[in-house]
């Protein structure tokens, strides 16, 4: 594992940190905006672009995951406690994992639901499960509720937590991920 020696993030873990920012808050309002998916709802463009950023997400979250393991992240600054280490970390995990589980139920409900899924036009996603396969009605629900009740509050947690070292602290925790400082 190499690690960063400078006290900052490699410019790569930067970028996706920053592209998974964007695409989430993409798939954010795209969710929000469009239909309500029932029982005979066709799939409009609103949907089909909401299959695909979920896809996209879960494409940078492993590229993001596979380069925070090869390369590390810098070490911590001094004089920050042992909790907050820890609890960074596990935030982090989590959003790491519901950024995985979360789209993969919605690929598995559309999959249930027998909709299509295409990569922005380009290609077809295969289906995760049949359609209609028996057990699997649960994960449009379970998608849902993980997305706002899940990731949202770990993300206003992350966001609190850079504002808070950033204005309370003063130390240099935020900018070791912003670009360009």
């Known amino acids: ?9 490699t410019r790569t873990a930067i970028v996706l940190h920053w592209l998974v920012l964007a695409l989430l808050i993409a ?6 905006t469009m239909p309500h998916i029932g029982r005979h709802t066709p799939v409009t463009t609103l ?9 996209l997400i879960i494409a940078v979250i492993v590229v993001r995951l596979v380069w925070r393991i090869t390369h590390g992240e810098p070490a911590h ?17 989590l959003l790491y994992l ?12 559309a999959s249930y639901r027998g909709m299509p899924i295409t990569f922005f036009g ?11 396969a028996a057990g699997w009605d649960w994960t449009g629900d379970i998608h849902t509720l993980i997305a706002e009740y899940g990731i949202l509050p770990l ?8 504002l808070y070292h950033r204005f309370i602290r003063r130390d240099q925790v935020l900018q070791r991920m912003l670009p360009g400082v």
């Open 1 to 9: 594992m190499v690690s960063s020696t400078q006290g900052r993030y």
């Open 27 to 32: 798939q954010y309002v795209i969710g929000w």
């Open 47 to 55: 949907i089909s672009l909401h299959f695909s950023v979920g896809v």
């Open 77 to 93: 600054e001094a004089g920050i406690p042992p909790w907050q280490v820890r609890s960074a970390s596990v935030i982090h995990w």
């Open 98 to 109: 519901l950024l995985i589980v979360v789209p993969l139920l919605g690929w598995i409900n």
């Open 122 to 132: 380009l290609f077809h996603v295969p289906p995760l499960v049949g359609t209609h």
């Open 155 to 162: 993300v206003g947690l992350h966001v609190a937590a850079a």
